[in-house]
């Protein structure tokens, strides 16, 4: 359905993005992501490549969501701390510069988006969960449930499927009616108050003083708060992409794009799309 999609209207979204703009480059997501998806957009970058003669370069998509940020903020120069949280992924990146990365940390399970997601199903409130389950939270009380919250101590690791399963069973539990937005501020609170904590200690150990976020996740309100204040209490500036820049964007492919051609990164106008791309070196 993705890739059909995809198809259907990469032509449109093309002329929309073109009409009457002068570009130097063309930069195309090459990996993660569902292969059908990867394809199309691969193919139409090398086929506007052909036609034009400019220049290819391919992202990696987890990356680009580091560099929403350099699109609002110039300030934002390695090194620093990189959280990713998205519908796939929940990674902990040390940027030590541009293109070269250490990855510290990552989910075991669940990423932080899939697990919203699925509680917003069990909830009934629909795909994409995050947001629903944002905008619910506004209206309840986070210390309605006491939800676990798994720290994962000696590891920079996260999981969430624990917390997803204590919220099926608490409602498994549930003999009256389900309060929705006691529930969803409480599992909010659960799982922004580990990312939060977990990435401004990891930043204070590694004694990066800058943290920039990315991924739909980095669009949660109560993260958003959560962060900014871990990270004045430990004197760390958090970089967080305005929410159009947090969910997927073509503009922040176009921004990691541009700085890898900049940085001297060799074009390729033939690209292979990798569905489980990792984060690499440049
Ligand atoms: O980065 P993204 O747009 O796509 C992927 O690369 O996966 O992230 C999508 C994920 C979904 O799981 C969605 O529920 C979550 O981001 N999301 C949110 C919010 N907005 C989007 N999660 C929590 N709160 C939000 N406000
Ligand atoms: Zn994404």
Known sequence: MASRAHLERINEALYLALKGQDFDAIAVTAGPGLIGS????????QALAWSTGKPLV???HLEAHLFANLLENKK????FLGLVVSGGHTDLVLVKDFGRYQIIGRTRDDAAGECFDKVANLLGLGYPGGPAIDRMAGKGDPKAVQFPRPFLHGSWDFSFSGLKTSVLYYLKALKGKRNIPDICASFQAAAT?????KTVRAAVKFSMKKISVG???AANSELR????????KNNIQVFLPSKGLCTD????VAALGYHKLKYHVLPNQVLRSDPSLAIQNW
């Open 38 to 45: 990867l394809i199309v957009g691969k193919m139409a970058a």
């Open 58 to 60: 391919g992202v990696n």
């Open 76 to 79: 934002l120069e390695p090194p």
């Open 193 to 197: 108050q580990v990312l939060a904590e």
């Open 215 to 217: 991924g739909g996740v």
């Open 225 to 232: 708060r959560r962060l900014l204040a871990e990270g004045k």
């Open 249 to 252: 964007n073509a503009a922040m």
